[in-house]
């Protein structure tokens, strides 16, 4: 079957209440889904039913069936099966449009990436190997330094979060580098700035460090926010830098820009046949263990893309202990096990009546199967 989601970490996001005017609940989540075109809507051209594609859809995705405007779908070429197509479309069209249409990458320049472990921190890696020379520095949780290693993920420098990496960086390069790419927001967009060499460029495409605990929280959205410095426009005139901002969901859903997107697509698409890029998957979980996939990119320990595929079974879950039942399942128990029983008692009942009738009944009744027997001789012969 050729169904696959991919679980991205704005799905966290939306989840936490992080993110501007979230539809009313109850909604679906998810923003990516490989499938089949089961039905066309009226006046659509270019897809016909049975059609392989993956599609980028605001919310909805995480479902069996998902209708999804045309212009935020895309044919998958027959080189790509639906777990690699969930796994590549949002994660490698957003590090593309990053590294070669925002911080325009050329040979020999270095790079700074955030969260470089997750779905779209392997796509930038990955996608900047594919231009001599680069030179990679990448911040993860220590965590996963050792797996990313293991993995031989063509990171040139693997730095902590958390630590000084800015010092680390100056001390491999003093100058700085040429491109950040920041997901996490907050003071990493300071030190980002300060690390840039003369004309390098800073991008700004999340705000990861909104999500603190297990809730929203207004408190982190805001220390956000006022830990930015504001930089003046004379500035960057002076200083030869670049300030930039990326956001896919806006430039889709909200600024017209799905012709872009879909150029940068194709381009993800051709990479791929080419082989010159192949996603990093994590983990694929059953659609009803959504809850624990989440929790795991929550928790820090996802290495690449979590992939959600509704045809795996669910994991088994240990049973529940009867004394964790609520009063009204009790209730129900209690009820359901009487009438049980009370069923049985008069089933009982009506056995022992059974047998009490045939003992009281003739003798020659009992050879009433004999005496069929005898008919069906007499028939016979
Ligand atoms: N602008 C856009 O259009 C766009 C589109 C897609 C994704 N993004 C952004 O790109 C970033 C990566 O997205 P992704 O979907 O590939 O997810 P991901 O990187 O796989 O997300 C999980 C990782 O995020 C890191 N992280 C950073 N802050 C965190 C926090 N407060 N709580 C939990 N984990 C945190 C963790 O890695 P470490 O601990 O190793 O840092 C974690 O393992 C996100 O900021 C996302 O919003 C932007």
Redesign the pocket.
Known sequence: MYICIG???????VRQGAVDSPPKCPFILGFECAGEIEQIGEGVEGFAIGDKVVALPEYRAWAELVAVPAKYVYKCPDELGPLDAAAIT??YT?AY?LLFELAGLSKGKSLLV??????????IVQLARTVPDVVVFG???K??HEALKANNSPIDHLLE?GSDYSSEIRKVQPDGVDIVLD??CGEECNRGYSLLKPMGKYIL????????GETKSFFSAARSWWQVDKVSPIKLFEENRTLS???????MYQQDGSDFVRKAVENVFALYKEGKIKPVL?STWALEDVAEAMQK??????????ILDPSLEPKPKPATPAKGKSKEDKKKQSSEEKKDSEEKKEDEKKEEKKEEEKKEEPATNGDSAGDSDSKGKENSS
């Open positions: 679980l991205n970490f704005q799905d966290l996001m949002m994660n957003v449009i955030h969260s470089v472990g997750g779905g779209v921190g392997q796509a911040v993860c949780s965590a996963k979060r997901c996490l495409y999340g705000s990861s460090n909104v999500v603190t901002g990326f956001n896919l969901r806006r430039l994590d990119m929550h928790d820090r320990k996802n290495i690449g893309k979590i």
